[in-house]
C-alpha cells in the first residue's frame, strides 16, 4: 500500500457534496491506501487536519479562488504553494509519500510537489485536466505574446518536467502535448479519462410535481447543468433554440451561473425565447431527478479552442443513460468518441443548421434515444467508474 499526498484546488467536503476528486481519492482509501489531501478551506475558521468521510484532510486558509475577478484569482493562485506549504509545516506532516497525486488546474503548486518530492522521494502524478495558459488565450482572456503568458508557460514547463508520469483525458490531448512540448518524454504520458460513479437513486419528489414546479410537464427536455463561462459558448445553444422554437414541445432547460451567465440572460430575453428556461441553481436532488427525467444532455465548447477539451458533464449523462447532443470545437476529439460509442450526435461548434438537424433526428426516434442512452451507459460502466481511473494510475505508478 502507498502513502499518497493530493494537491487538491477543488475538494468539497464528502458530507455535503462529492465531485471528481473525491471519489477517486474515497477509491484510493477504501483500497487501504494511506491518503492525506491537502485543500482550501471554505473559511477561515475551517482550517487545521481532520477526517472527512475517513480521508485525513488539511485545510488551509487561501484568498478567495472561485467567483472572483481575473487579477484576484490570478494572486490567489500564486499564493496557494507557499501556502500549502506554510501549513504542512505547521502541522508537522512528516513527508515519507510514496506517491504525489496533482490535478491541473491550477500549475501554480508545482513549488510545494517538488518540495515534497525531494524531501520524501515520491513520484508525482500530474493529472493533466487543463492545459494552462493556452486555453486563456484560445478565449482571449490572455495575450499569447505578453509577458503574463510567458511566466505562466514557463510555470507549466516546469510542471511537466517535475511530473513522473501526465494522465491524459483522450489521445487528443496526449498528442497536443507531444507536438507542444518536445521536451516531456512521451513514456510519461497515457490515457487517463474521466470518471465519475453511477448514479444512486433516491425516492425525491413526484414526477409530474417536478416537472410541474420547473414548468417542464409534457415537454421534450434538453438540458444543461454547469458552468456558463467563455469555455462554454452557450451563444451557441441559444442560437440552435432559436431555429427550434416551431417545435412546441422542444425546450432546452439551462441550470448555471458564471461569467457568461448574465450575457445568457439577456440574450434570451432580446431574442424573446419562450422555448428557454434559465435557472442559477436547483437543489441537487430536483437536478438528479431533472436529469433523469430529461431527453437530451447537452454539451457545449467554444469554437475558438485550440486545445482538445474533453467534457466531464457527459458521465453525468451517460450515467442517467441519455442521448447527448454536443456542440464542440474540431480540435478535440469528443465528438469522435461520441461517434464511436454511438450515444450521441456533435455539431461543429457554431454550425447551427448541423446542430438543429442533429437534435431533430434524436427528437423524432424514441428508440434512437434509448440506444444511445444504452450505449453511453455501457461505455461508463466499462472505461469511466472511479475504480478505472484508481486502477490506471496504480498500475502506472508500481
Known amino acids: 500500500m502507498k502513502k499518497i499526498i493530493f494537491l487538491a484546488l477543488g475538494f468539497p467536503d464528502v458530507a455535503k457534496y462529492t465531485n471528481l476528486y473525491t471519489d477517486l481519492i474515497h477509491e484510493f482509501h477504501q483500497n487501504g491506501h494511506d491518503v492525506l489531501v491537502v485543500a ?7 482550517t487545521g487536519l481532520r477526517l472527512e468521510g475517513g480521508v485525513s484532510v488539511l485545510r488551509v486558509a487561501t484568498l478567495p479562488l472561485f467567483n472572483v475577478g481575473t487579477l484576484k484569482k490570478g494572486l490567489a493562485n500564486l499564493l496557494l504553494s507557499w501556502q500549502y506549504k506554510k501549513a504542512l509545516k505547521k502541522n508537522k506532516i512528516t513527508l515519507d509519500f510514496d506517491l504525489i497525486l496533482m490535478p491541473t488546474p491550477p500549475i501554480t503548486l508545482t513549488p510545494t ?6 524531501k520524501s522521494g515520491a513520484k508525482l502524478y500530474l493529472i493533466l485536466r487543463d492545459i494552462f495558459p493556452q486555453n486563456a488565450v484560445d478565449l482571449k482572456m490572455m495575450d499569447g505574446n505578453g509577458a503574463i503568458h510567458t ?14 508520469y501526465m494522465g491524459c483525458m483522450s489521445p487528443a490531448n496526449i498528442n497536443y502535448i507531444k507536438k507542444h512540448n518536445a521536451d516531456v518524454a512521451p513514456s510519461k504520458l497515457h490515457l487517463l479519462p474521466n470518471w465519475e460513479n453511477l448514479p444512486n437513486y433516491k425516492e425525491g419528489k413526484s414526477s ?28 451557441n445553444i441559444i442560437l440552435l433554440a432559436k ?46 431527478d ?39 470545437d474540431l480540435n478535440t476529439d469528443f465528438g469522435t468518441i461520441l461517434e464511436e460509442v454511438k450515444a450521441g450526435y ?20 424514441a428508440s434512437l434515444r434509448a440506444q444511445m442512452g444504452e450505449n453511453g451507459y455501457a461505455y461508463m460502466k466499462e472505461n469511466l467508474l472511479p475504480d478505472k481511473a484508481y486502477k490506471t494510475i496504480i498500475e502506472v505508478t508500481t
Open 113 to 118: 510537489a517538488k518540495w515534497v518530492k525531494n
Open 290 to 328: 431533472l436529469l433523469r427525467l430529461s431527453d437530451v444532455g447537452l454539451i457545449s465548447l467554444s469554437e475558438d479552442f485550440t486545445i482538445p477539451n474533453f467534457p466531464s458533464k457527459v458521465l453525468s449523462y451517460f450515467g442517467n443513460k441519455k442521448p447527448v447532443l454536443a456542440s464542440v
Open 243 to 288: 431555429e427550434c422554437q416551431d417545435f412546441s414541445e422542444i425546450v432546452f432547460f439551462i441550470i448555471g451561473t458564471g461569467t457568461e451567465k448574465q450575457k445568457l440572460t439577456n440574450l434570451v430575453q432580446e431574442e424573446k425565447l419562450a422555448n428557454v428556461i434559465l435557472e442559477d441553481k436547483i437543489p441537487k436532488t430536483d437536478y438528479n
Open 208 to 235: 409530474e410535481a417536478l416537472l410541474n414546479k420547473y414548468k417542464l410537464k409534457d415537454k421534450f427536455i434538453v438540458i444543461f447543468g454547469g458552468n456558463i463561462g467563455k469555455p462554454q459558448k452557450m451563444e
Open 346 to 365: 456533435w455539431a461543429a461548434a457554431g454550425d447551427t443548421k448541423d446542430l438543429k438537424k442533429k437534435l431533430l433526428l434524436i427528437y423524432h426516434d
Open 40 to 46: 482550501p478551506a471554505e473559511n477561515s475558521k475551517d
Open 151 to 164: 511566466f505562466f508557460r514557463k510555470k507549466e514547463k516546469e510542471l511537466y518536467n517535475v511530473a513522473d
